[in-house]
């Protein structure tokens, strides 16, 4: 399991060191190359996503005792994540307001406003897209509580049924004892019932002895 999530890790940094150098080299390329540049980059941000998906899946199967660590460490990449895709929007923006000049010229200058406007509006969904993902964050940590809670339930419902078997056991072993020894009480009784009846019979046949003695005289 976390040979697999460290395998992961690694595919996810290399994945994400070559995507910051792309970003960075998008704005001195040329227009032919920067528009492959930024496909090229589309396409690793998405196999990156892929990445962060398949190590959260890892990490909800680590067992609970061990989850912090790589949960912190799945925040880490998340918020990595989110840096690279608010550079390549900027990065984007500044391409398409470069193509749109070269389009128009001395024209293009006028844009100033439409382009702060739209930063703005590139700010205002980042701060969504960061209040998305901290609200997506509490859920899964609200169900990492909730399994954790349900396991130490299952685990406390073992031990009762547990302690329930052996008291059955117990009862059960007590109830043999108890057959057993008024079963030794019983033959004890019958052996002291036996020796008096003996002792009787013995006690009778002497005084017969004697009284037949002392007639025979």
Do not use: C, W
């Not at 070559?18 to 998008?26: P, Q, Y």
């Amino acid at each position: 399991m976390s040979s697999d999530f460290e395998g992961f890790e690694q595919d996810f940094a290399v994945l994400t060191a070559e995507i910051t150098s792309k970003i960075a080299r998008v704005p001195r390329l040329p227009p032919d190359e920067k528009k492959q540049m930024v496909a090229n980059v589309e396409k690793q941000l998405e196999e990156a996503k892929e990445l962060l998906e398949q190590m959260d899946l890892e990490v909800r199967e680590i067992p609970p005792q061990s989850r912090g660590m790589y949960s912190n460490r799945m925040r880490s990449y998340k918020q990595e994540m989110g840096k690279l895709e608010t550079d390549f929007k900027r990065s984007r923006i500044a391409y398409s307001d470069e193509v749109r000049n070269e389009l128009l010229g001395d024209d293009g200058n006028s844009s100033e406003s439409q382009r702060a406007h739209l930063l703005d509006n590139t700010e205002r969904l980042e701060r969504s897209s960061r209040r998305l993902e901290a609200g997506y964050q509490i859920a899964v940590e609200t169900e990492q509580i909730g399994q954790e809670m349900l396991e130490n339930l299952s685990h406390d419902r073992e031990k009762i049924q547990r302690a329930r078997e052996r008291l059955r056991e117990t009862d059960a072993n007590l109830g043999k004892s108890s057959r057993v020894l008024t079963g030794m009480l019983r033959r004890i009784i019958q052996n002291r019932v036996l020796v008096v009846v003996l002792a009787v019979i013995l006690v009778i046949t002497i005084l017969m002895a004697i009284t037949f003695s002392i007639r025979g005289h």
